[in-house]
């Protein structure tokens, strides 16, 4: 999630028992490090914290900064590199890859990965791929014998149990966490999230300046305030410093914005979705 992402994001969403996760787009290596070690310090002993790349921005001195420093390293947009990940392993991380189709899921598996992201059509920000999630999910998992990880349009207990029983062994959360205390947002944008439901985000490139043929998924809103004045277009997201017109940037959110109620601590996200989970889970297995 860019800029979004902060030292005391990934680190409550680790002490909840998950991975937090930290993005090292435009990060310098020490800077990668420095934030790892803030998350864990933040979460606890027994912690796990997780850095992620985009590779067409990936910087290698970063690379096997988090490599050395993270549980998990995550490469995504770009095909899957035996080259990378061997680099990964190599510093003593776990290696993930976020894919958008079954071909590319493959390729990961065969480049060593250690786990791959499974990327629907419903995920908020820039999407890999054109498949809905679950399919998506049903046909790798049918392929491949290695970890999955569900990722696009889960906000709820019920999706977190629906992706399960579709053969994920776990979830990544992007859009509820967003609209949390501890992300660095804009607090307009973090209202646009809370005002907004599924159907008012879209897939676009509007906002692909600096990396063409990208597309991502916005709330439909932005496109229509940037497009009065293309000047105030920004493809980064507004954070509480954003100095520019909050209604023109890249308000990334995925269909599971409809979930985004409030804004708040991302301990509370962490818990409401696995208590939702277990409870769908048990549900379902009655009704079997």
Do not use: K
């Amino acid at each position: 999630m860019g800029a979004i992402t902060t030292p005391a994001l990934a680190g409550s969403v680790a002490a909840e028992g998950g991975l937090g996760m930290i993005a090292a787009a435009g990060l310098s290596p020490d800077d990668v490090v420095a934030r790892v070690r803030a998350g864990l310090d933040i979460a606890g002993d027994g912690a796990r914290i997780g850095v992620n790349f985009l590779m067409p921005f990936l910087d290698q001195d970063a690379l096997d900064a988090a490599s050395q420093s993270a549980a998990v390293v995550e490469c995504f947009y770009g095909d899957p590199d035996p080259a990378i990940v061997q680099r990964i392993h190599h510093g003593g991380a776990i290696s993930a890859w976020q894919i958008g189709s079954p071909d590319e899921a493959r390729a990961a598996a065969d480049a060593g990965c250690d786990v791959i992201v499974v990327q629907g059509r419903e995920a908020g920000g820039h999407v890999r791929g054109t498949a809905a999630l679950l399919p998506l999910l049903g046909e790798v998992r049918a392929a491949l014998d290695v970890p999955l990880v569900a990722a696009g349009g889960i906000g709820s207990g019920a999706a977190v149990a629906a992706a399960l029983l579709a053969g994920a062994d776990g979830v990544r959360i992007g859009t509820r966490l967003v609209a949390t205390a501890e992300a660095d947002v804009h607090a307009d944008y973090a209202a646009a999230l809370v005002a907004a439901c599924a159907d008012d985000t879209i897939v676009t490139e509007t906002f692909s300046l600096g990396w063409p043929t990208a597309p991502h998924r916005v709330l439909r809103h932005c496109i229509d305030a940037s497009a009065l004045d293309p000047t105030a277009r920004s493809p980064l997201p507004p954070t509480r410093g954003f100095r520019g017109d909050v209604a023109a940037a890249a308000l990334y959110a995925g269909r599971s914005v409809e979930h985004v109620t409030a804004v708040v601590p991302a301990a509370q996200v962490v818990r409401d979705l696995v208590r939702g989970a277990e409870v769908a889970l048990r549900d379902a297995t009655a009704d079997r």
